[in-house]
Structures are given as C-alpha cells and as structure tokens.
C-alpha cells in the first residue's frame, strides 16, 4: 500500500505543477484547481489520520520521529489556519454570511455513538 501511496502522490506533485505553471487561468479554471487542491490535501490529511490511528504503523517511528512530524505539522496548520482566517475574514468584508439557523425539531432522544 504505501508504495502505491507514494507513486500516486509523484503523480499528484506532477499534477499540482502543472496546474501551478498554468498561465492566464480563467476564474473557472482557478476553481477547478483550487478543488484539486483541497482534494489533495483531503486525501493527505486522511492518510495520516489512518498511520495516527495505527499503533502498528506509529510503533514503527521513534520518538524523534514524531517530534518530528508534530512540528512541521503544528507549522503547517498554524500557517494554514492563518490563511483560513484571513480568506474567511476577506468573504465576511465581501458579504458573506453564515448558513441560517435550522430551526430544530422538538429534543428527540438518539442513540449515542462513540468512537
């Protein structure tokens, strides 16, 4: 599996390079690489989840390791969620507004699932 992963993220890193070197891209076409762009990052994040997930897979790393991981990701997700706020604070500036509120229905009881 994992070297499968590894030859269809070149094929994604090719991808992103080519969208990348794109020049005089329409808005729709700057859509269209902006989804492939979360998809990728989609795909990323649950793969990591399921190593995170895997005390097979985490035992095999040291403790270095995961220091390691833990803070190049904490410094990726700071900066990201850096950016997210500042694209969500340039919509709020251009008119954009949360969801309305569904109204909820009378409390009904639900089976409680746990993970």
Do not use: C, H
């Not at 492939?36 to 649950?46: A, Y």
């Not at 990726?76 to 969500?88: G, I, P, W």
């Amino acid at each position: 599996m994992s070297e499968r992963w590894i030859q269809v993220s070149e094929k994604i890193l090719e991808q992103l390079k080519r969208l990348e070197d794109t020049k005089d891209k329409d808005r729709l076409e700057l859509v269209r690489s902006l989804r492939f762009v979360l998809s990728v990052l989609q795909r990323s994040l649950i793969g990591w989840t399921q190593w995170i997930n895997n005390p097979d897979i985490m035992t095999i790393f040291s403790q270095k390791d995961l220091e390691t991981m833990t803070e190049k990701l904490s410094e990726f997700t700071r900066s990201f969620v850096k950016y997210d706020l500042e694209m969500t604070s340039l919509g709020v500036k251009k008119g954009l507004k949360a969801p309305k509120n569904v109204t909820k229905k009378k409390e009904e009881r639900t089976e409680r699932f746990y993970v």
